[in-house]
């Protein structure tokens, strides 16, 4: 098994572009999550999925970020437009179970908006 | 508002001492505890979960134990080896199944 695939595995982008966070889960897996991690904050759930529907993104930061899940083998995260403070490591992680199953991640994404 | 808080921030051992690591959890409304390992520039990788309903899981030199009553789970890790050098994340799920971090405890092993 790939495990959970992400890209880019490294963005940089300037203020005020869109940006696009790409995840394949582990096959099989019917949840999917997008997490932040910064050295402020740690890791902070942003949203997730079960069966390809968002159940929860009452931790999205704002109106710029939105996430879509079209069917079972991949998600996005989009920011539009980026800003510098968005600059962290974003995770995605997929679990057989919808509540609180084991969370197998990915290797992240590390975006830099200057 | 639920709260893990991991201690210590860091900590630098010599090569096969036993320790502990610390979490604490604000909420008794536990559904499971998970402990994961997270390498420089890397993601993070599941350890050991342990249900409410459980105590503690083993796996290896790792041992996860948790006390509902108390808000507290630790994790002992057996003869540390320089491979142990990580950071060490806790993270706890209530009934929202939401999984709430602690802010890690970054690990040293010296040979």
């Known amino acids: 098994d790939a495990g959970v695939i992400q890209s880019p595995r490294h963005e940089v982008t300037e203020m005020g572009q869109e940006v696009t966070l790409r995840c394949k889960p582990i096959s099989g897996h019917n949840s999917l999550f997008w997490y932040r991690q910064t050295m402020m904050r740690g890791l902070e759930l942003l949203i997730y999925?079960?069966?390809?529907?968002?159940?929860?993104d009452s931790g999205m930061p704002e109106d710029r970020f939105s996430a879509k899940m079209p069917n079972a083998s991949f998600s996005t995260l989009k920011i539009q437009p980026s800003e510098p403070r968005d600059s962290a490591v974003y995770f995605c992680?997929?679990?057989?179970?919808?509540?609180?199953?084991?969370?197998?991640f990915g290797p992240g994404t590390r975006l830099t908006v200057t | 508002k639920q709260e893990v808080t991991q201690i210590p921030a860091a900590l630098s051992v010599p090569e096969g001492e036993n320790l502990v690591l610390n979490c604490s959890f604000t909420?008794?409304?536990?559904?499971?505890l998970q402990w994961f390992r997270q390498d420089p520039g890397k993601g993070l990788t599941s350890l050991l979960l342990i249900q409410s309903s459980q105590r503690e899981q083993t796996s290896g030199r790792l041992n996860a134990s948790l006390d509902k009553s108390s808000g507290r789970s630790t994790l002992y890790i057996a003869a540390s080896q320089p491979g142990d050098s990580a950071t060490y994340l806790c993270?706890?799920?209530?009934?929202?199944?939401?999984?709430?971090f602690g802010q890690g405890t970054t690990l040293q092993v010296k040979p």
């Open positions: 992680a997929s679990s057989l179970a919808r509540l609180a199953g084991e969370q197998y």
């Open positions: 993270a706890f799920s209530g009934n929202t199944g939401k999984l709430i």
């Open positions: 999925f079960n069966n390809n529907v968002p159940i929860d």
């Open positions: 909420d008794s409304a536990i559904y499971n």
